[in-house]
């Protein structure tokens, strides 16, 4: 046997045993997988040692590898990282059960009564990279939604996710859940992604990734199961002529630069050019003396010495770093056309105290978030008030912006009659 | 220029039009879609003596090629089904406007308020086979929601469909909408199809497969893009023995024969053991004695011996026919057991006087639409009060059960601030 049918023969057990432990959890009661996110969370705490033990092996070989400092901060977990994981978990336990919710109700003339109710998506495949703790995460809103999770982490943090792993299963056997409901995949080996993506339709209903570009591209070309996609967030901020200059100035900071490394971060600053007099100069010169790089049209340039001169490869960048394009647009529309053309329709924002212009905005740009006077740094499942997440969904599809437990879910009808037949 | 980078060009520019279609409609009125709607019906009835001279030709070439009776069924046209297919574009136009719904709307302690506002899904691919109706359904579903459609029918029905795809665009015109609205792909080369599904993931958001089980597995190999799947309904009837027998009867004939050809037909007919004595033979006696050919376990053959022995084929069976499997299974949880082994997660009914057996039934059994005391030929949009359908979806993923107008929608977020930045 080659080492890849060695491969896809676990992975078939793998998936064989994850649609067994599903069927029992679609049984399950949400106060019984509580139990088990609390047993969890306890675990974790538990076992801090030895999961910080096995991240320090990860460490040691990423740093012998000469992994990059952003790549090993990542990485590296500490007391505060494992605790927030285990808090993670006793926040999910808390939101309520999603499954078995009724949707909608309704009765038919002829007696028939429709519910439309929640149930688990099945089996979730997530394909992840080096950060241990979405092994913890994404398992335990997996669990939540009475969803079997395959977790396949990157091979830099492989050990940690391994001591991870044995936490969720102690919790979810606490419960008297099967094993399988969380399960890690054991080889590194990229053949077994394959696996996850073509070879395993017949056990997995959805993949989730979580990762850079070539990951997900992967994805789009080999996966043969629907895929909850996470592409790029290229979020622009529009500082329309009514705009309140004070507003502009604290949410394109804020949306610049809070933090530079998430997908909600603007990387675009829009600035209508009936308002380059009164509000490009102070912003730009606001970003600027924030250590923020400015890459900026002929105007902007105009404004500081500093400014590089921007190109079109400016408009397309996703720099998840201390840099932003700034441009002049002909009005909302100018903004509207530019976000058509280069956004990434994850999420957009204007600043104007013009109602009318704001719901122009609102209603033209077609991402999966948009905000009016706000910061694009709130696309964040928690800051929408849905708990954790798994990620913004730039897809149109099942799923759009932030993926909670809600958005791992399916439904199905319930008809209730009285011996109805078809006319 | 081959042939095939030739369709490829074609298809490429069907799909930027389709686009900026899409765009257009996405900013229309439900009013204006409506109107559009309306100017389709009155074409079809104006241009009834086209399509039905294009179908002749389409009707004289499958003559000539030997079509079966049923294919040939499938594809004729009279003025009757021209008149039925007007009248469905008005139904479709009578439905409520889904595009700018608000879903969901809360407001966080921040002063943030959050909407969930359904929108068009974008651009939709329909591949399907001979029934010219499709050409008109899947069109006007399409527009309904703001979606633009590229549709792509078999060849057998080719004159038809452009006859009809000629109304469609008469329609939409008239409404002052552009003609890419609905698109018809122009060439039956087989390519086309290829194109649809990996070679046009920029312009193409979701592909609607509605064929038989060749074009299914076609596009679960080849697809890059995600697909609404409708697969075979292989739909059981248990019947209980707490089963009023009468009811019982009623529900099977129903369920087996009204249509035998439709998705929600039933195939296979559960009997609890513990009801042999009492229902089992007249419920199969009756089955005969309606022309339905039964195929059954051993107790079944005991009954009748014009029942023909079942073998494990039969249990896998989609027959579409005056055909039956009957079994005896041991009380409500061997009927789960079964249809969680032969089922295709579509439509499954209990009949039963014992409503905590009926709620174990409904709860357990993990398919689409799952009833109780109702026939299996309820399955169909229609019927569930949602106007015309699609299809009905045997996923789990993004729209379960019947496709109408609201499972062709994607929903964004609107959110509305007043400066708010995050901590």
């Known amino acids: 046997m080659t080492t890849d049918e060695a491969i896809a023969q676990t992975m078939q057990q793998l998936g064989r045993d994850a649609v067994a432990a599903q069927r029992v959890l679609s049984i399950s009661s949400g106060e019984q997988r509580n139990r088990a996110l609390h047993a969890i969370a306890a675990s974790l705490r538990l076992h801090r040692a030895a999961i910080l033990a096995a991240n320090e092996r990860d460490m040691s070989a990423a740093i012998a590898a000469g992994l990059g400092r952003a790549a090993l901060d990542r990485l590296q977990l500490d007391a505060a990282r494992i605790d927030a994981m285990a808090r993670g978990v006793e926040e999910i336990a808390a939101l309520p059960d999603p499954i078995g919710t009724v949707l909608a109700e309704w009765t038919r003339p002829n007696g028939l009564r429709f519910q439309r109710v929640r149930v688990p998506l099945g089996v979730i495949g997530i394909v992840y990279e080096s950060r241990p703790n979405v092994t913890c995460d994404a398992g335990a809103l997996c669990l939540k939604a009475a969803n079997a999770a395959i977790l396949r982490g990157g091979s830099e943090s492989h050990h940690s996710s391994i001591a991870i792993h044995a936490c969720l299963v102690e919790g979810v056997s606490a419960a008297g859940l099967p094993d399988a409901c969380i399960q890690l995949v054991p080889t590194t080996d990229r053949a077994a992604v394959g696996q996850m993506l073509a070879g395993m339709t017949d056990f997995i209903d959805v993949i989730v990734p979580r990762g850079g570009k070539s990951l997900i591209a992967r994805v789009q070309q080999e996966a043969r199961v629907p895929v909850i996609g996470h592409l790029e967030g290229l979020c622009h901020v529009y500082v329309d002529r009514a705009a309140n200059l004070e507003m502009a100035r604290s949410i394109v900071l804020n949306a610049k630069l809070r933090r530079t490394g998430v997908c909600g971060a603007a990387e675009t600053l829009l600035v209508d050019a009936a308002a380059a007099r009164t509000h490009l100069a102070p912003l730009v010169r606001e970003l600027l003396a924030a250590g923020c790089e400015v890459r900026g049209d002929a105007a902007t340039?105009?404004?500081?010495?500093?400014?590089?001169?921007?190109?079109?490869?400016?408009?397309?960048?996703?720099?998840?770093?201390?840099?932003?394009?700034?441009?002049?647009?002909?009005?909302?529309?100018?903004?509207?056309?530019?976000?058509?053309?280069?956004?990434?329709d994850h999420t957009d924002s204007i600043v104007t105290d013009d109602v009318a212009t704001a719901e122009t905005f609102l209603a033209r740009v077609d991402s999966a978030i948009v905000l009016h006077n706000a910061s694009t740094q709130f696309a964040d499942g928690g800051e929408f008030g849905m708990g954790a997440e798994i990620g913004i969904s730039t897809d149109r599809f099942h799923a759009r912006g932030p993926v909670g437990v809600e958005q791992l879910t399916s439904y199905k009808y319930v008809v209730r009659g009285s011996g109805q037949v078809r006319p």
Do not use: M
């Open 301 to 344: 340039c105009a404004v500081d010495s500093r400014v590089v001169p921007a190109t079109e490869q400016d408009w397309h960048a996703e720099y998840l770093d201390a840099i932003i394009a700034v441009k002049l647009v002909d009005g909302v529309q100018g903004a509207i056309g530019h976000i058509a053309r280069y956004g990434s």
